[in-house]
C-alpha cells in the first residue's frame, strides 16, 4: 500500500491524473531530446540507439521502455505505474 507521504507524489503533473498511456521504448524526438524522466520517481529513460549518434555509452542505470503519454514527452516507469495506477486513474492502451 502507498503511503501518502511517499516522496514521489512531491509534485506530479496535472497530465497524470486519469492518463491513458501507452508501453513502449523511449525515443529521442529531437537532437537536443535526448532523455526523459519518470514523473514520479525522476527515473531516466533514454534511447538504446543514444550511444551511437553521441558516441558515448548509455549508462546501465538508465531505463529504455517504459509507460509514456500519447505525446511520447511524458513518462512513467514500470514501478511507478504499478504502484500508482490506481491512486491516478492510468489507464494503457496498446498503440
Known amino acids: 500500500m502507498i503511503e501518502k507521504d511517499d516522496w514521489r507524489l512531491i509534485n506530479p503533473a496535472d497530465w ?10 523511449f525515443r529521442q524526438t529531437t537532437e537536443d531530446d535526448d532523455h526523459a524522466h519518470c514523473e514520479f520517481c525522476w527515473a531516466k ?10 558516441g558515448y555509452e548509455t549508462p546501465s542505470d538508465v531505463l529504455t521502455e517504459g509507460y509514456h503519454s500519447e505525446d ?4 512513467i516507469c514500470s514501478r511507478c505505474f504499478e504502484d500508482f495506477r490506481e491512486m491516478f486513474d492510468l489507464t494503457v492502451v496498446n498503440p
Not at 497524470?16 to 521504448?25: I, M, P, Q
Open 16 to 25: 497524470v491524473n486519469g492518463a491513458t498511456l501507452t508501453y513502449g521504448r
Open 45 to 54: 529513460f533514454m534511447d538504446p540507439e543514444y550511444r551511437t549518434v553521441r
Open 72 to 75: 511520447g514527452f511524458g513518462w
